[in-house]
């Protein structure tokens, strides 16, 4: 599974890196973590709420930082 | 989530409210006993006065902030962004479309890494620049951090003032810089996103978690904005409190009142280098109008602290040349300049 966090570096960015990694960490599930910064890159990804989450190339969260227990979930 | 856990944040909230409401109500009495009968200080002391001061307001803007960030969560949480988008770009507004993105920029919590790709996200949907930058003028101006200082340091009417006056200025900016064909002092990748632009209609899934479960996390957003500028309250409230203690009276009035037409030019322009954040600066602004400073005048200071800054200029070329910052920035300068003597008019 592929994770990517987009987030300019703001604090809630971080936070979702955070808690994403953990949740992953927590179901045991193979996939990788990836923080994209660049402003173009994200834009391509048709967001304009950040932080956002996209896992596998589908953008599931955006514009807010969720709960552990929702990520889990969409994992 | 079960069904049983919602219960207990139902109840927890049933709790929590009028608990705030009566710490509220209750905490210039409260403040009072703490100091004056519980710390060794007189009433008459200017110690005492200092501290109790620093404390009631201290606590008065945490309550004030962390009620108002929930309640801008909850909107947030809600606003359609991809709708007020299409929306933007498919209907007949006649001009109604400023005021729209102004107020936009006034709702959402200021996070300046979310300005610029919601400001790409509305050129991408082929919105106009000008309403694009309607927007982006309000978004910093108008925010939680400060109409909470506002509302507990100058109480409902001067916010209302501050809070209509940041969606107007928005608005005009927005038009006027519309006006101008300012296209091509984009950064050439944008340039390109905006011939691209295409009005996209269902590109928006519907949230169906139920409000009750959406409310801790909303509520712990509030909590973390508070967290995060409670270092500068608590610095520009102590930086206030001494001003009022050691500044002599009408000590600013020579400089900045009134009748000299130069004061708010001057102070503007001294503003606009300065970079502090709201929660920082209202409490010094405070000081100000104590000593004689007329309130349009500190708020159009405020406003050029707060609204244009070097960080801010910095982000911002990430989407646009150098020019266009320059006309961007010298234009809100003008109308913010403008915005004071219509406060100091009208108040």
């Known amino acids: 599974m592929e994770i990517k966090v987009l987030g300019t570096g703001c604090a809630k960015c971080k936070s979702l890196e955070e808690i994403t990694r953990k949740a992953v960490e927590e179901k045991g599930i193979d996939a990788s973590v990836d923080k994209v910064e660049d402003i173009m890159e994200i834009m391509n990804y048709g967001v304009m709420t950040t932080p956002a989450l996209v896992i596998d190339g589908k953008v599931v969260v955006k514009g807010k930082v969720p709960s552990i227990n929702e990520i889990k979930e969409l994992l | ?347």
């Open chain 2, 1 to 347: 989530m079960n069904v049983k856990s919602q219960g207990t944040i139902v109840l927890q909230i049933l709790v929590a409210l009028p608990a705030i409401i009566i710490l509220y109500y209750y905490l210039q009495p409260l403040i009072n006993y703490f100091t004056y009968d519980l710390l060794p200080l007189s009433e008459e002391s200017h110690w005492g006065q200092a501290i109790n001061f620093f404390l009631y307001d201290t606590i008065k803007i945490i309550i004030l902030l962390f009620v108002i960030s929930s309640l801008m969560g909850l909107v947030n949480t809600y606003f359609p962004v991809e709708k007020l988008r299409v929306y933007l770009t498919t209907k007949k507004l006649y001009g109604l479309q400023y005021f729209f993105a102004s107020f936009f920029g006034a709702v959402t919590p200021f996070c300046s890494c979310s300005s610029i790709p919601l400001f790409i996200g509305f050129v991408q949907g082929g919105i106009p620049l000008g309403v694009t930058f309607a927007y982006l003028i309000t978004s910093p101006l108008v925010n939680e951090v400060a109409v909470a200082m506002f509302l507990g340091l100058f109480g409902w009417k001067a916010t209302l003032i501050y809070a209509s006056g940041g969606i107007l200025l928005g608005m005009i900016g927005g038009y006027i810089l519309g006006k101008f064909k300012l296209d091509r002092y984009l950064s050439d990748w944008v340039k390109q996103i905006k011939a691209n632009s295409q009005t996209e209609f269902n590109q928006f899934e519907a949230d169906n978690t139920p409000f009750i479960q959406r409310l801790p996390s909303i509520i712990n957003e509030g909590w973390d904005i508070v967290k995060k500028v409670l270092l500068y309250i608590i610095i520009g409230i102590a930086i206030g409190a001494l001003m009022h203690g050691f500044v002599p009276e009408d000590f600013f009035t020579q400089y900045l009142s009134e009748d000299k037409w130069y004061a708010i030019p001057l102070a503007v322009i001294l503003a606009v280098p300065l970079y502090a954040n709201a929660a920082g600066i209202v409490p010094v602004i405070q000081v100000f109008v104590a000593k004689g400073v007329p309130l349009g005048t500190a708020i159009a200071f405020m406003m050029a602290v707060v609204g244009l800054s070097l960080p801010e200029a910095t982000l911002l070329k990430k989407v646009m040349q150098w020019k266009l910052i320059g006309i961007f920035f010298g234009t809100i300068t003008l109308f913010i300049i403008l915005l004071g003597y219509v406060f100091n008019w009208l108040l």
